[in-house]
Structure formats: structure tokens, C-alpha cells
């Protein structure tokens, strides 16, 4: 962060670091999916879609709250903080949606990462095979 307190990490944004050759195949999957999935999306999805924004969403609301006013209506609004609550969706859900927006097989099968496992080189000596599991931090 550019100010408060900068010893609390949850402020902090995380980096990433791919090698060029993971750059180029993470965008073939994110265009063979985007062709897939955006086309069925409703218009009123705008996050992480080209040429919209959140800040489309935000507009958005901000009119419906001030036509709420001058209405003198009952307004309800419900926020969801999806960081916290993606390590509880269900993987196999994610997989279905995913063939249910039309997002190809193979697509889908290179993505899922079942079983994935690694080994360290150390002092010119591998390691034992380990398993790696997938969380957002």
C-alpha cells in the first residue's frame, strides 16, 4: 500500500511471476475460454469482460440508489466478498459451469489440475515427489 499500515499484509496486493512461455499459454486459455463463456453472459456482468469495468457497476448503482431515494422505495443490497468465499466453492461445480457456458473439453481437462505433484532440485539431487494443493493464497 501507498499509505496506513504497512506492516499488515492483508494490505498489501500479491504478485505474480510467470515465465513468458506460462504468459502465453495462461492467454490462449483465457481467449479460448472468454469465447466461450462471454457470449452467454448477461449485460449486466461487467467484471473481467472487455471494454466494461467495475467502476460500470458501481455508476449503476449509485442510480438506482438515487432513484430508490427520489421514490421514497425499500431498497436491498447485498454485498459478497468472493476472495473469502472461493476456497468454499465446490471444484467440481467450477468444471461443470464451465462445459455448461460451452467452454471446450480439453480446455477444461488442461485446467482442472487433479493430482498435481512436484519435485525440487537441491544440490543437484531431486526430491521426493510432494503434493500440491490449490488455494487463492
Not at 483465457?30 to 461487467?46: G, S, Y
Request: proline share 3%; hydrophobic share 35%; with cysteine.
Amino acid at each position: 500500500p501507498k499509505n496506513g499500515n504497512l506492516s499488515n499484509c492483508d494490505k498489501w496486493r500479491g504478485i505474480m511471476l510467470l515465465s513468458i512461455p506460462s504468459k502465453v499459454l495462461t492467454r490462449v486459455i483465457l481467449d479460448r475460454m472468454k469465447d466461450a463463456i462471454d457470449q452467454r453472459l448477461r449485460d449486466e456482468q461487467a467484471g473481467f469482460r472487455k471494454d466494461r469495468s467495475c467502476n460500470d457497476q458501481i455508476a449503476t448503482l449509485r442510480i438506482i440508489v438515487e432513484q430508490t431515494m427520489e421514490w421514497q422505495a425499500p431498497l436491498y443490497v447485498c454485498f459478497v466478498d468472493f476472495e473469502k468465499a472461493f476456497d468454499s466453492i465446490d471444484r467440481k461445480s467450477i468444471w461443470n459451469m464451465q462445459h455448461h457456458y460451452g467452454v471446450p473439453e480439453k480446455t477444461v481437462s488442461f485446467i482442472q489440475y487433479e493430482r498435481f505433484a512436484c519435485q525440487i532440485i537441491h544440490n543437484e539431487r531431486l526430491s521426493y515427489e510432494f503434493h500440491v494443493t490449490m488455494n487463492v493464497r
